[in-house]
């Protein structure tokens, strides 16, 4: 978590110290979500004070935080950006009232505007094979970037959670991996057999990468040739690279291979409980949001399960 800048006030800034203090240490957040915090309540402070020098956030209103929301709106803020601030604001009014520093939680009935619920594009599953059937045998690059793809798109990965990922986290004996997710949750995820090859195939090439590791990424299951754990920004590019020699005609990044493979699970399962588990889904609603069925499928059901569409 990097630290706010000391262009506040030292009664903005405390508060906002204390509070991602808090959130790290007693609420166990991330460094990408810390940030997201500081950087989204560092700019309303930044704004609020301005335009009056007096305010601070033991003190700061219900109408001074409508004025900067209308601010980011009349600039053409998406309404997700709008969103992501008012949740900021309000875990930390929460926490001012927690710690007996305000009575009040001034950012509890802010309106947020609806954000569209668009669905991420996935590949069908001859797109899918395509993609993967690069020959890798005389390519130690080729063999760890299959080793990545067929990892994503066989257990459903983040990026974040492909690149966290140590050798230590495989059980081969029971085909299974051990995956840190989001607010460092963990979950265990089947690996097919040919993800299972491919894994296999890259650690017999690993040691060509791992002579000169430093100690944090000793255990790293993917590395790159500059002898450290693999960066999500590389991951990125291997992936747009192969889709680019394979011949597919669109941008493919690593969340589309994991929402490709929720999709075609849960074409052939029906089973959405167990596509959530799979994919480390807190709630069902946002399984929905990633999964999406065609119409003729849902008919069909429809046909088949209710009492009234039965056919005799």
Same mark, same amino acid.
């Given at each position: ?15 906002? /110290? ?66 992501l601030k008012v949740a900021a ?7 001012? /009232?927690? /710690? ?145 020699? /394979? ?27 167990a596509v959530q588990e799979l ?34």
């Amino acid at each position: 978590m990097t630290q706010p800048e000391p262009l506040l006030a030292p009664q903005w800034l405390q508060p906002l /110290q204390d509070f991602l203090a808090y959130l790290q240490f007693e609420r166990g957040y991330s460094s990408k979500t810390l940030d997201s915090y500081q950087r989204q309540l560092q700019q309303l402070a930044l704004s609020v004070a301005a335009t009056d020098a007096t305010s601070h956030w033991l003190n700061v209103t219900e109408d001074q935080l409508k004025q900067h929301i209308t601010g980011l709106r009349r600039c053409g803020a998406k309404p997700r950006t709008i969103a992501l601030k008012v949740a900021a604001l309000r875990s930390l009014f929460r926490y001012l /009232q927690g /710690q007996a520093k305000r009575s009040d939680n001034p950012a509890q009935y802010l309106s947020v505007p609806k954000a569209a619920r668009s669905l991420p594009k996935n590949l069908n599953v001859d797109q899918l094979n395509h993609l993967l059937s690069f020959d890798s045998s005389d390519d130690i690059l080729a063999c760890r970037d299959k080793a990545m793809l067929e990892l994503f798109y066989s257990s459903g990965l983040r990026l974040e959670e492909l690149v966290n990922a140590d050798l230590r986290d495989i059980d081969w004996q029971q085909q299974l991996l051990r995956v840190t997710g989001k607010g460092s949750k963990q979950r265990i995820v089947p690996v097919g057999k040919i993800a299972l090859t491919a894994l296999q195939d890259w650690l017999k090439q690993r040691p060509a990468f791992a002579a000169k590791l430093p100690e944090e990424d000793a255990n790293a299951l993917f590395i790159s040739k500059q002898h450290k754990r693999i960066s999500a920004r590389h991951v990125r590019e291997r992936v747009q690279l192969w889709a680019k020699q /394979q011949g597919l005609n669109q941008h493919v990044h690593p969340h589309m291979l994991r929402h490709s493979f929720a999709s075609h699970m849960l074409e052939s399962s029906q089973d959405l409980r167990a596509v959530q588990e799979l994919l480390g889904h807190a709630n069902l609603s946002t399984t929905q949001v990633y999964t999406h069925l065609d119409f003729a499928h849902l008919a069909k059901v429809y046909d088949n399960a209710h009492p009234r569409a039965k056919k005799k």
